[in-house]
């Protein structure tokens, strides 16, 4: 649907659509809010490469540079892989357990980052599917019972009124949910790859730095 056509809806819809569309304009908002949020911080803030990451983390830590993995990631400190593997790396001389426990508190700090408002799409898709539903009813309420008391001339009026209005309220529900539950869909696989990453470079960094202490220790 063009920018003009999807406007000329929008208008005509709130014209036409009763109370449940101004309702649904305004879940509109708020999803187009959580959505725009959402794509910066899980595209462009909370991401980053995980495998070209780890790989120049592994490179400093094979050769005990573990200063030269630290500015790694402070390279890239606003993504969420980053700042789990230093929590681990700040941990790297202490034990296997010691070095869990950091990576599962810097883990546990970051996922609920990655999922914030993420449940809020899927709710206002819902609420917008009920509000497109109780529009319907609505506007079919208005045009059956405005038709008792109306001229027979009017009746038909009255009627196409009604249920039009109960067609764009159901029309503009089912588009605003349809597009949130897209958006839903693509930002909560984001948000799972990333969580993804996490507990894969975790285990990975976790036994790094314990065939480095097997290694120290065989050299001493």
């Known amino acids: 649907m063009e920018p003009q056509a999807t406007q000329n809806f929008i208008f005509t819809g709130l014209q036409h659509g009763g109370f449940a569309t101004y309702m649904i304009v305004f879940t509109m908002i708020l999803a187009i809010t959580f959505i725009i949020e959402r794509i910066v911080r899980l595209f462009m803030q909370l991401n980053i490469n995980g495998k070209s990451f780890m790989a120049e983390v592994q490179t400093y830590i094979l050769n005990n540079d573990l200063d030269g993995a630290l500015r790694v990631c402070n390279g890239a400190k606003a993504a969420a892989l980053p700042k789990v593997v ?16 950091a990576l599962d508190a810097a883990s546990l700090e970051v996922i609920p980052v990655l999922e914030r408002n993420l449940p809020y799409l899927a709710t206002i898709a819902n609420l917008t599917t009920l509000l497109g539903l109780f529009g319907t009813i609505t506007g079919l309420i208005h045009s059956f019972g405005a038709l008792g ?3 027979p ?4 009026a009255l009627l196409s009124v009604g249920i039009s209005e109960a067609m764009f309220a159901t029309a503009f529900g089912l588009i605003v949910a349809i597009i949130t539950m897209f958006f839903h869909s693509i930002l909560s696989s984001q948000a799972a790859k990333i969580v993804s990453e996490i507990d894969e470079y975790s285990v990975k960094l976790l036994d790094l730095l314990s065939a480095r202490k097997v290694q120290h220790s065989s050299e001493k």
Do not use: F, T, V, Y
């Not at 230093?86 to 426990?101: D, F, P, T, V, Y």
């Open 153 to 156: 001339a009017q009746r038909q």
């Open 149 to 151: 008391n109306a001229d």
């Open 86 to 101: 230093k929590a681990g790396l700040m941990r790297a001389s202490r034990s296997e357990e010691q070095i869990q426990n």
